[in-house]
């Protein structure tokens, strides 16, 4: 059973960084692509960014020039959050998209606030 579990959320004040990471357990195949989207309270969960198997990359609009996404050491799609704002606080997933499914972690809570 595959399970995806990310780490690395947390307070930070306005103008600051975070780097979240996803860790996977079970075998993955045909993946497509690794990547992240958030959902904040009231608002549909929406892409943040993912990168390919062949390096290509996505942000979301709001997130463009601030965040990165890059495949780490354990080949899973890590976030660097740079610049945050208090509009980026949301639950941040984790996820994996395959051939025929997508595979979800159970979110980090990310809380932009002074």
């Known amino acids: 059973q595959v399970q995806l579990v990310e780490s690395g959320g947390g307070l930070v004040q306005p103008g600051g960084s975070l780097r979240l990471s996803c860790a996977a357990s079970g075998s993955i195949f045909n993946i497509r692509s690794r990547g992240w989207y958030r959902q904040a309270p009231g608002k549909e969960r929406e892409l943040v960014a993912l990168?390919?198997?062949?390096?290509?990359t996505n942000y979301g609009d709001s997130v463009k020039g601030r965040f990165t996404i890059s495949r780490d050491a354990n080949n899973m799609g890590s976030l660097q959050m740079n610049s945050l704002k208090p509009e980026d606080t949301a639950t941040y997933y984790c996820?994996?998209?395959?051939?025929?499914?997508?595979?979800w972690g159970k979110g980090t809570l990310v809380t932009v606030s002074s």
């Open positions: 996820n994996i998209q395959t051939a025929f499914v997508h595979y």
């Open positions: 990168i390919t198997v062949g390096g290509s």
